[in-house]
């Protein structure tokens, strides 16, 4: 069960839930109807003569219709697959789809750090947010692929030169959470990582009053905060 630290992971966990349910349901029946054909058609070393269709060595089978369970077996296939497809595309449309964000920023990735690009350009090599609040992520890349992701969060998103791709989330608990690359970037890669440090509001405005704004190397377009 994943711990529920922010919005990404309440979108996860039903699905991620759904689909280990189904999975063991699905392995019980199957390896259930398994363990009974052994035992029902084992060899019980009588000289009772084989059924007519039992399969020869080197002989083709006459075809036998079964119909009734080819149409169950399919109907309950669509049916745990309409399950299945349904969540996944919930959370997917979700995912893509942003709310009003409390707090934009740009995330640039290099190799190998991150650098994040707050509204009033102040840049850091740590991602401070508030907890609770909407925040939005505008990610791209100043030199190779990578991709940005936050482990404790289950979430990431590519990071690409050229493109910039966005990803929110909403923090549930304060503390701090690992940021790290999950696209391999070169001989750095296993180094490009980072925190996520979630604050209570009242705190996190106190220190986002205080930080000094500076001049972006890279503008942060896209960064706003209403």
């Keep these: 069960i994943l711990n529920m630290v922010s919005s990404t992971t309440e979108i996860f966990e039903p699905l ?9 349901l699905v392995g019980v029946v199957v390896i259930a109807i398994f363990l009974i054909v052994i035992f029902k058609y084992r060899d019980r070393g009588s000289k009772t003569p084989e059924p ?11 075809e036998r219709g079964h119909l009734k369970t080819v149409i169950v077996s399919l109907a309950l296939s669509i049916i745990i697959l309409t399950f299945l497809l349904n969540g996944t595309f919930a959370a997917i449309d979700t995912l893509n789809t942003p709310p009003s964000g409390t707090l934009n920023v740009q995330v640039s990735g290099f190799q190998w750090g991150w650098k994040f690009v707050y509204p009033n350009n102040y840049q850091d090599t740590v991602l401070r947010v508030p907890k609770d609040e909407t925040v939005i992520l505008k990610i791209v890349s100043d030199d190779v692929a990578h991709s940005f992701g936050v482990l404790e969060y289950k979430t990431k998103m590519d990071a690409l ?3 910039t791709n966005t990803i929110w989330f909403i923090p549930k608990d304060t503390g701090e959470y690992n940021i790290v690359c999950f696209e391999f970037c070169g001989v750095g890669h296993a180094f490009m990582k980072t925190k996520l440090i979630v604050m209570d509001p009242a705190e996190f405005q106190d220190w986002y009053s205080k930080v000094k704004p500076a001049e972006a190397e890279h503008p942060a377009q896209g960064a706003s905060r209403p």
């Design 52 to 62: 007519e269709d039992t399969p020869i060595l080197g002989k083709v089978p006459e």
């Design 161 to 163: 030169p050229g493109r």
């Design 16 to 24: 991620f839930n759904l689909f280990v349910w189904l999975g063991i």
